[in-house]
């Protein structure tokens, strides 16, 4: 796959200034590859974000060695846009706040409500618990640059007699509640008409069609622990899955 699929560097740990530099970078990126267009110049870019040239020179230079940029001396700057969806791999599971930093968002995320309640039946069948178990359900929240971007609603197993909190990282309440961490997700897309609560969350008319992701959390042992339901605002990201063609490759 190398040279094929550029991969996306582990990011290092870089400053504030650094953070601020490369999330303009990216806006511009984004920009430019929905107009098919070339990145504007390295002059324009200092001058608008108000970094040195120097600044502006080392992300582009992660970017570039990420597959996302194509530059060459004397040429324009320009986005490789299908290496640019590859910086978000379906495959991949990470916080959705660092996804949409990929793609040039600033992102936030609130905790809409939680409670405790007993697992929905169909729900409990999936996790291959019992239908008295109870679960924490959480609903939360993140915007790209402000505008909402995914709710997601978490509902963890509880072991039995538990009466404590639970931490709003769904994978570290996992972890904390049962010993044991999350290290598989299946991952279900689908697509649902969005009711009257789900519409005014992502704040999208009545019966806009969204991406959902289904997610079932499961445990080094085997164990399910959580279900996950996520709502996607279409237009902000483009999610892609790259698939192995099975041998002998041929065209007929």
């Not at 550029?6 to 740990?13: C, G, H, K």
């Not at 959580?226 to 999610?239: A, D, I, K, Q």
């Amino acid at each position: 796959m190398t040279g094929v699929f550029p991969s996306i560097p582990t990011p290092r740990r870089t400053t504030d200034e650094e953070d601020r530099v490369r999330a303009g970078v990216l806006r511009y990126v984004r920009e430019a590859a929905e107009r098919h267009a070339p990145l504007p110049g390295e002059m324009e870019l200092s001058v608008t974000l108000g970094c040195s040239r120097q600044q502006l020179r080392h992300s582009l230079l992660e970017l570039e060695r990420s597959g996302v940029l194509r530059r060459r001396q004397g040429a324009a700057t320009t986005v490789d846009p299908m290496a640019l969806r590859m910086s978000v791999r379906m495959e991949e599971q990470f916080e959705h706040a660092e996804l949409l930093s990929r793609m040039g968002y600033t992102g936030t995320v609130e905790v809409v409500s939680t409670a405790i309640e007993a697992l929905p039946k169909a729900i409990a069948a999936l996790l291959e618990t019992g239908v008295s178990t109870q679960c924490s359900f959480t609903v939360k929240r993140w915007f790209a640059d402000g505008v909402p971007a995914m709710v997601a609603e978490d509902r963890l197993a509880l072991p039995t007699g538990f009466d404590g909190e639970v931490q709003p990282s769904v994978f570290a309440a996992a972890a904390a509640l049962w010993g044991e961490p999350v290290i598989w997700e299946i991952a279900t897309p689908g697509v649902v008409a969005l009711d009257a609560r789900m519409s005014a969350l992502l704040d999208l008319p009545l019966g806009s069609p969204v991406l959902t992701l289904e997610q079932i959390g499961v445990s080094a042992s085997g164990r399910r622990l959580f279900h996950t339901l996520e709502y996607h605002r279409p237009g902000l990201v483009s999610y892609s899955l790259v698939r192995t063609v099975r041998p002998p490759w041929s065209t007929v």
